[in-house]
């Protein structure tokens, strides 16, 4: 009896990942969740020995304006606007569940998303980002090693840092220096993503991302990659399209500059689906 009791309350989900950057993925568009304390539920399954674990949790629901509406967990259960990753990821979920056609419109909380699945890869269309919201050559003293940064939201507030190099950025480095960027709310009341950058050539950069709701440093992030990319053309260190390399793979950004706007934005990778199952409730009732 107990069980069953058990296996009565399992629930679907999917295991994907971007270019590293993974995700557990529910269709709730029947409120399979909706009985669920969401906060609570995604910072449970995300934990990595007691539970499935991964960097956040994907939502897919109806939307009465588009083909699906995305929501976007971060495993500390905090409600992102977007993530770039997630939505390549969700994108390529619906087609392959029938919610959507190999092109589809998704919305978000930062709006409406365009995407296009092909075979294992995903393009997904940014909206378009006016240049005077993205703030260069800024200063602050955040440590010794950080003073110099840069400032972009797509779909979520990203700073960029440049290095000559990783040899010195130990994972730990990462983290120690995120945190005190992330956290500093004379600058960024609300947080930010912390990217660290190097040039490679003149259509390359390297990227390492503390993510803000991580909490840690990710083998990816979709619209870090997005931001360091634009900011980097911006700055005359690189030309589009910007190849993006990052601890779990390769992204590819497309943009076009015209006048104030950056327009024609696209995110490329691959959108891999890992696991199907189901999790059961002594994965998030611990």
Not at 54 to 77: C, W
Not at 152 to 160: K, M, N, Q, R
Not at 206 to 219: L, P, Q, S
Not at 256 to 277: P, S, W, Y
Request: proline share 2%; hydrophobic share 40%; net charge negative.
């Amino acid at each position: 009896m107990v069980a069953e009791g058990i296996l009565m309350n399992k629930i679907p989900f999917t295991k994907m990942n971007g270019a590293g950057n993974d995700f557990i993925v529910f269709d709730n568009r029947d409120g399979i969740l909706d009985n669920l304390d969401l906060k609570a539920f995604v910072k449970k399954i995300c934990d990595r020995r007691f539970s499935l674990g991964a960097d956040g949790v994907l939502v897919l629901e109806n939307s009465k304006i588009a083909d699906f509406s995305m929501r976007y967990f971060n495993s500390d259960g905090s409600e992102a606007e977007m993530c770039g990753n997630g939505a390549r990821c969700i994108a390529r979920f619906a087609y392959l569940k029938g919610v959507a056609k190999e092109k589809m419109i998704f919305e978000t909380k930062a709006g409406l998303y365009e995407a296009e699945v092909v075979e294992d890869r995903v393009r997904v269309k940014f909206p378009d980002v006016d240049l005077s919201k993205i703030q260069l050559d800024q200063s602050y003293k955040f440590s010794e090693e950080l003073e110099k940064y840069h400032f972009a939201t797509v779909g979520v507030p990203h700073t960029v840092f440049y290095v000559d190099d990783f040899s010195n950025l130990t994972h730990e480095k990462i983290v120690e220096l995120g945190r005190k960027v992330r956290y500093c709310t004379e600058i960024f009341p609300k947080g930010a993503n912390v990217n660290f950058v190097k040039v490679i050539d003149e259509n390359t950069i390297a990227v390492r991302t503390y993510e803000r709701g991580v909490e840690d440093e990710t083998y990816a992030c979709g619209t870090g990659a997005v931001s360091c990319a634009i900011v980097s053309t911006l700055l005359g260190k690189v030309k589009p399209p910007v190849v993006v390399k990052v601890l779990g793979g390769t992204l590819k950004v497309h943009f076009k500059i015209e006048g104030q706007k950056t327009t024609e934005i696209f995110l490329e990778g691959d959108a891999r689906v890992v696991a199907e199952g189901y999790i059961l409730p002594d994965g998030w009732s611990w």
